[in-house]
């Protein structure tokens, strides 16, 4: 059993920053993949970005690229998501996931915070 917890959300306006923090107990998160989601009002939850357990391999959605950075410390058994230049289209839960293998889909993923709110408006 590994139990996720997401800090690091806020109201920021757009073009700024945050980062956010999936801290694990429990399992090692090492063990595992782990990847980011994130859901706006109204709509589906949605892959923003994943990262292997070793930390080598990266994977975003398009509308991240560049903007995004997925990063871990296994020492700390942390996972975070550094969010720059962010857009209002960026509101939402985010929410980390643990899985044991790399995927962009939520079914995969075994073990799952209970998310943090993003806001980005003016």
């Known amino acids: 059993q590994v139990q996720l917890v997401e800090s690091g959300g806020g109201l920021v306006q757009p073009g700024g920053s945050l980062r956010l923090s999936c801290a694990a107990s429990g399992r090692a998160l090492r063990r595992y993949a782990t990847g980011w989601f994130r859901q706006a009002p109204g709509k589906e939850r949605e892959f923003v970005a994943v990262?292997?357990?070793?930390?080598?391999?990266?994977y975003y959605t398009d509308s991240v690229k560049g903007r995004f950075t997925i990063s871990r410390d296994n020492a700390q058994n942390t996972v975070y998501l550094q969010m720059n230049s962010l857009k209002p289209e960026d509101t939402a839960v985010y929410s980390c996931a643990a899985s044991s293998i790399m995927s962009v889909n939520n079914y995969a993923y075994d073990y799952w915070g209970q998310g943090t709110q993003v806001t980005v408006s003016s």
């Open positions: 990262i292997s357990s070793s930390g080598e391999t990266t």
